[in-house]
């Protein structure tokens, strides 16, 4: 099934073990399998009444500071737990600046991509940048592709190894790889290897592990353009996720098609969203890019 779209705007609606509940005043509130976090939400700038039951019986409470960062509260959370979407299983775990390991609304484009690969009726190869915990390399090895997996942490890689043995993708074909995203595109541009798909997920800022500092103003144009030069002959997708203020979808939608109009495809770009149950609102979550090839 694919998830809607309305407004504007991909929406991560086929979610069972996931929810935002409600969401006020800087706050959102949500149910992670069976148990509820309240995490920070820069976009919740609204003021309502927390209504809600769940408010006051949280698990665990994720507390901004004033002076940056913050620090979790919790009320009887376990350090570890699991939640499924489909077939795939995800551990979850809370740890710094407010994260679980797992984010959410990335699901819309699961659900998007997947379709995609299991309907070309050929072998996929997919290139998945900036990879954490491993939801878009499990979802396309689900589908049936081959996945070269790339993240900077060491940590992130092997959190994502266990998510996929959890989902029965043990055996699946992918290749986990530890370095600098932008040091090992370049690489396989010299080995001459090709792939059908890439997705991206660059942070706002970050660092290699030689201490590589990445801003995804100056880098991302960058990088896009270098990938086109590992795509085959007949690329299927590429997506590009942004969750950085100022990338607004119509920009990443002009740097798709500036470097992939070579290509037989075309370009759309959304925000994405996640519903919230308790009023029927969608909470903005990012936004995301793609390029396909034409049907």
Known sequence: MLSRKENNMWIADNWNDYQVLDCSAGEKLERWGNYTLIRPDPQVIWDTPKKHPAWKKKNGHYHRSKKGGGEWEFFDLPEQWTIHYHSLTFHLKPFSFK??????????NWDWFSNKIRNANRPIKVLNLFAYTGGATLAAAAAGASVTHVDAS????????????????ADAPVRWI?????????????????????????????????????KIENAIHPLIKLCTQLLSEQPLFFLVNSYTTGLQPAVLAYMLGIELQKFNGSVEAQEIGLPVSSNGLVLPCGASGRWETYK
């Open 99 to 108: 994260h679980t390991g797992l984010f959410p609304e990335q699901a819309v």
């Open 154 to 169: 060491k940590g992130m890689v092997t959190w994502a190894k266990e998510n996929a043995v959890s989902s029965g993708l």
């Open 178 to 214: 530890v370095d600098d995203c932008v040091k090992f595109v370049e690489r396989e541009i010299r080995r001459g290897n090709h792939y059908d798909a890439v997705i991206m997920d660059p942070p706002s800022y970050g660092r290699g592990p030689k201490g590589e500092i990445w």
